[in-house]
């Protein structure tokens, strides 16, 4: 199996009044917290950003892509992900705003989509909630993402009811809070008390 890691840095930060990925945890930016730890995983890691000039930071191994259809979310930013890549990969994706990211949930969806091959992507569920931009996708989902984008329709969930989904719903509590994102000031306060608590 061909294995990619995609990072999603587009987002404009609205509520954070600051670039989300670029806050620190113990020391560290964000997006350098994913991508290690997507790093225990696959060496050929993307970042999707139309502003490379924020990460000299990272290792130099890191692959930085613009996206192809600029300013249209998060689909813009898988579709670039996947665009240039052999259509058996398959794609863990992380958005930049999951500070508490770690590997061992995408072990356990990478399995899942293993043992259920003709399935498209493992998508989380927590609490009831979807979290499609901290998932596992196949390559063969390029197509309908490139269909969303041509007919405007950019909303994630309504690519995913296209898709076959296996759902991903965590027992182990260690893992389930994890899927925690940070869109505001108060996010990344809760996060640090939690962190340093």
Not at 35 to 52: A, F, G, H, K
Not at 74 to 92: K, N, W
Not at 99 to 121: N, Q, R, V, W
Not at 152 to 157: D, F, H, P, W, Y
């Amino acid at each position: 199996m061909n294995l990619e890691a995609i990072v999603l840095a587009g987002g404009e930060s609205r509520r954070m009044q600051q670039r989300k990925e670029l806050l620190l945890i113990n020391g560290k930016p964000v997006i350098q917290i994913i991508t290690e730890q997507l790093s225990v995983l696959t060496d050929r890691i993307s970042i999707i950003t139309n502003e490379p000039e924020l990460y000299p930071f990272l290792a130099p191994s890191i692959t930085i892509k613009p996206d192809i259809f600029p300013s249209l979310g998060p689909i813009a930013g898988l579709h670039a992900g996947m665009s240039d890549q052999e259509p058996d990969t398959v794609y863990v994706v992380a958005a930049c705003d999951y500070p508490l990211l770690t590997a061992e949930p995408f072990i356990e969806m990478l399995a899942l989509l293993g043992s259920h091959p003709a399935k498209d992507a493992v998508v989380p569920i927590i609490e009831e909630r979807s979290h499609p931009l901290f998932a596992v996708f196949h390559g063969r989902t390029l197509g309908k993402w490139a269909a969303a984008l041509y007919s405007r329709n950019l909303k994630v969930m309504d690519v995913l009811h296209q898709l076959s989904v296996i759902p991903y719903k965590p027992d182990n509590p260690s893992i389930a809070g994890q899927f925690i994102n940070m869109n505001t000031p108060e996010d990344y306060q809760a996060i640090l008390s939690r962190l340093n608590g």
